[in-house]
Structures are given as C-alpha cells and as structure tokens.
C-alpha cells in the first residue's frame, strides 16, 4: 500500500528537495491515470479483481473537470448506431448502473424522457431514431402522438414523441465517491495534484514521471490512460507509443440556462431531435425537480485554457429553441448556469465518432489502454467501459 499517495491535509508534508531522478521508485501493478467518473469505475474494477492500483488526478478533487460539468442523465442508448462500442456500453452500463445505485444507496430517479417532434416532417425522423434505438436494444420505448404527450405533459408542443421509460438522472458525485471508496476498499491509493509528467515504456512495463509539489516515480506493469480532455496529452507523453496512435481530441463546450422565478412544469426530461454535435437544447431537471436547459454547441481551440463562463448573449438562441416544445418559456426566466467540455474525435462539421478503447491490439504496447474521446454517455457508460478495459488487460 502506498500511504504517502493518499491525499494529504493541507499544508502537511513539504517537499524533502530530491530530484525526481533521486527518489526510490515504487512499483506497482497498474496506474489509472484521471480520477473523473470513468478513470474511477476503472480503477474500482481492476482493484476489485485484485490489483495493486494507484490513481492520478492532476486537479486537487475527483471528478472536478468533465464528469463536474454535465446535466447528470442516465442514457438509454437512443441515438448512435448498433454496430458502435459506445452504444454497446452506454446500453450495458445504464442496466448496471440503476442496480449499482440501489445497492450503494446513491440518488438517481428513472423519470423518463420524451423526444419531440415538432412538426410533421419531424415525426418522420423521430420513427427513424425509434428504429435505431430498437436496434441498439433499447427496452421501454413508445412512440406516442401530440395528443398522449400532452397527456403526460400538458405544458408540452409536439405533434409526436418517443417516450423512453429507462433514462434517468444520478447524483454523479455520490457515485463517484461511491466508485472510489470501493477502491480504496481493496487498497487503491489516490494521488492528487499529482499530474503525469512522463512515461517510458520498458521490458515489464512502465516507468512513470509524476508531477507536483512532491514528484514521483512509479514503475507499473500496466496503464490506463482515463484523462478525458488530457487524454491525447497524456498519451502523446509516452516514450514508445507510435505517434500515429496517439488520437487527436477536440474540445466542444456546452453551455447551460437554468430556470429562474418560475419552476419548470415538466415530470420528464424533454429533448428534441438532436444535431450534428449533440442532442439538441433539451430540458433536463436535478434531483430536486430544478429545470436547466442545454447543452448548445461551442467548439473550442484545441489547446489552451479553457474559460468555462456562459456567456448571457447565447441564451437568446436558447429561448428560440426551447420555446419550439414549450412555448410558455417566460421572457427573462433562463440564467446562465455553468458550461462542461467534451472531448470529441470529430471535429466541427464532421460526422461524429465511436468511443475509442485502444489496447495492444490496436498499438502493440503490452499492459497499456488508452481511452479517446469518452463524451456522452460516458457517465451512464462508465461501469461497462471499466468492464471492458479490464477484459484488455486480461487479454495482455
């Protein structure tokens, strides 16, 4: 076990003046590099099967980029095709996520979700996005005219809709806590403000550089790359990985309205028929039945910092947009809120693309995986991706 990694107190522990070069190196089995949601599940699982684990965040909580930064749906696996690795998980995922949060007394309710059409030729493709979601094997599912949505929410404009029984909102941080105190459990070590610096691959496995105010040097015989909008960085830092292997991530930022002096007269979550980048400005409530509205679609530089601030300009777009299935949004209600990144594969106008869980059968570098562009349903995926990067690591 590898106590000093475990997060410190403030201000305990100063720096002892060693190089990196200078201290021991500590050996362990496997490094999960990103304590988000994702990098969490993974670790929870490989300790679970009984590996020695230490985890690397180079913020100083968990979960405080991308998994902070979203409105918190468990998926049902609507939208992308049959054939891709991320309907499969999102699919797997949503039906251990629901157990998971029974058993670990975590939040979440199974609202449901309805997805509007707003006129004629919009009911024609939602048959189509009715069709794929069967194929992905989506249970719970009906189409239903204007007038049986409106039944079920009378504030509602739709000439038709999908009602999908199966999707859900979570309290993201208490599974995240949840995922981490069952790792730490069966002795997984933490290390924030801990930011990989360097990685060489060697004949058993890796030497790793860490950062920080106290560095480090770690030996593992396997790792796991779960940095979200790090992840092409982090990988682009290991010596003896192929360049050509090293995916190119792009940033998509969403911003979020919330509703202000009036409450959001809806039991459901309510989207429309999704674009090119996400699915649409859609109606999403928390736990408490507060409504928001988003995510629109701002694409960012690819590098750089990251300014997280919504913007008031762009909610005169949102009311034209919401107002398409509510148009009793009153003047003056949507407040900016927060926005959230995603790390894409595509870039602006470009179709989008599957999750990419690549191990040594896609770069031949023994004991590593690297996880590109896990973006929605990434939360509602988490627990079958960690599922199939430990079925990799078996096969290494």
Known sequence: ???????????????????????????????????????????????????????????AAIGSVTSARNSEVIHAGLYSQADWLKTRLCTEGRRLLYPYCESHGIAYRRCGKLVVAADDRQSAALQGLARNAQANGVEGLQLIDGAAARRLEPALHACAALHSTATGIIDSHGFMLALLGEAQDRGAALALKSPLRAVQVVRDGFTIDVGGAEPMRLQARCLVNCAGLAASHVAARIEGLPPADVRATHRCKGNYFALSGVRAPFSRLIYPLHGAAGLGVHLTLDLAGQGRFGPDTEWLPDDGAIDYTVNAARGNAFYAAIRQYWPGLPDGSLQPDYSGVRPKLSREGESARDFAIDGPDVHGVPGLVNLFGIESPGLTASLAIAGQVAAVLRRA
Do not use: F, K, N, Y
Not at 19 to 47: F, K, N, P, Y
């Open 1 to 59: 076990m590898l106590h000093w990694l475990l997060p410190r107190r403030s201000g305990a522990g100063a720096s002892d003046g060693l190089s990196v070069s200078e201290r021991s190196v500590e050996q362990v089995d496997t490094v999960v590099v990103g304590a988000g949601v994702v990098g969490l599940a993974v670790a929870r699982a490989l300790a679970l099967a009984g590996r020695e684990i230490v985890i690397l965040e180079a913020e």
